[in-house]
């Protein structure tokens, strides 16, 4: 079972994309610079699709894409919840999903979501917006997964 511990609209997650960002706790990565330790504790409200469509309802004209933050302690259901706002959005509000793991767990299939965010973050190589990270931000199209983290980085 997905607990949540907060979420929040941001436009900086997913280029392009006004996102409803979900924390999802339990997170068993312990990556060293954490900036949500807090995640790492088994905390927060059952995540499930009657809170989704709730969400959906209240914010979905002001949103893109709903992004889970984690969720690497159940990747399997972290799936099927975005396979669900596909379905009940049909399709018009993406889904992403930000992964401490180097690759997809075996078995997550790639068109579920719109972005994936792979990889751990280690403080020597910086998050996203820095060219040296060792993360990386993909577009999922066609279940084929485009490196996109370059739009982080800013350019001249």
């Not at 409803?20 to 949500?36: D, F, K, Q, R």
């Not at 969400?55 to 992004?67: F, H, L, N, Q, V």
């Not at 992964?99 to 579920?112: H, T, V, Y």
Request: aromatic share 12%.
């Amino acid at each position: 079972m997905l607990r949540y511990v907060n979420f929040d609209i941001v436009f900086q997650e997913i280029p392009n994309e006004v996102t409803l960002a979900v924390n999802i706790s339990n997170c068993p990565n312990n990556c060293e610079g954490c900036h949500s330790p807090y995640l790492r504790e088994d905390t927060g409200e059952m995540l499930n699709e009657n809170l989704i469509a709730a969400w959906i309802e209240k914010y979905g004209k002001a949103i893109t894409c709903i992004c889970f933050m984690g969720g690497d302690a159940e990747p399997c259901e972290v799936e099927r919840l975005a396979a669900f706002i596909h379905a009940f959005t049909d399709r018009k509000i993406k889904t992403g999903w930000y992964s401490g793991q180097a690759s997809l767990p075996d078995g997550i299939s790639p068109a579920n979501f719109n972005y994936i965010k792979l990889g751990a973050y280690f403080n020597h190589l910086g998050g996203l917006n820095k060219p040296t990270t060792n993360q990386r931000l993909y577009i999922v199209e066609n279940e084929t997964m485009t490196d996109i983290t370059d739009r982080f980085w800013k350019h001249g």
